[in-house]
């Protein structure tokens, strides 16, 4: 079945520094793929969206990559702000309407 | 984009009861969503709300447990039914426009049920 994995455990940075978050699937080639933002007691915010046949998207601090031979996307935020603390979900298109979210992973930007 | 809002945001309930989610989108939308999300886990999809039609569910989601309404392009409500202490979660509805190349999806605060 498809699977996305993104890293459980939160990531700890400086302000200033930049924040690489992973996204990994299996079993299968989305078109597209989606980065979304969401904060506690919130629902998810969309960021940004890449296609398959884009390496790098970018969207002022933001940039996204994706690599259809590894099955990865890459979320960086540059110059990282305290503000920039939230929970970053990758999203799959899979066809359709249908969108397969994964758990996401916490960032934490201490200033 | 879109602005989606949900009733009611927290609610307390006893086992057995039945509890029903409104969501309002300020624009007409194509697609709608109810989600379920458990703490620290991503979203699982219950349903897509169809307009005048019965929803579509998905796999471990049925009818009778969570009755699903779409009377037009803008409004959706969600039912819990015969709850117990298992669908204690938060529960999400979402909107989208089909047509647009793209499933991005825009998210309502979410409505936090807990079960006793």
């Known amino acids: 079945s498809q699977k996305i994995e993104q890293n459980s455990e939160a990531l700890n940075i400086q302000e200033g520094k930049t924040a690489t978050l992973t996204c990994n699937y299996t079993?299968?080639?989305?078109?597209?793929l989606q980065w979304y933002r969401q904060d506690p007691g919130r629902g998810p915010v969309f960021l940004l969206l890449?296609?398959?046949?884009?390496k790098e998207k970018r969207k002022e601090r933001l940039k996204v990559t994706f690599d259809t031979t590894l099955k990865q996307s890459l979320f960086h935020i540059t110059a990282s702000q305290p503000a920039d603390s939230a929970t970053y979900l990758c999203?799959?298109?899979?066809?359709?309407?249908?969108?397969?979210f994964g758990a996401g992973t916490r960032l934490f930007v201490k200033a | 984009s879109a602005v989606i809002s949900q009733k009611p945001s927290r609610d307390i309930c006893q086992r057995g009861t039945s509890l029903t989610i409104q969501c309002q989108v300020d624009?007409?939308?194509?697609?709608m969503f109810w989600y379920r999300q458990q703490p620290g886990q991503s979203l699982t999809l219950i349903a897509t709300?169809?307009?005048?039609?019965?929803?579509?569910?998905e796999s471990g989601f049925v009818i009778d447990k969570f009755p699903i309404s779409r009377p037009n392009l803008t409004f959706s409500t969600l039912t819990v039914s015969n709850m117990s202490p298992e669908d204690s979660s938060i529960y999400l509805c979402?909107?989208?426009?089909?047509?647009?190349?793209?499933?991005?999806?825009?998210f309502g605060p979410g409505t936090r049920l807990t079960v006793l």
């Open positions: 979402s909107a989208g426009r089909a047509g647009t190349g793209t499933d991005t999806q825009y």
């Open positions: 079993n299968y080639s989305p078109a597209y």
């Open positions: 890449i296609r398959e046949n884009e």
């Open positions: 999203a799959l298109h899979t066809g359709g309407f249908k969108t397969i």
């Open positions: 624009s007409q939308v194509t697609m």
């Open positions: 709300a169809n307009q005048g039609s019965e929803a579509t569910y």
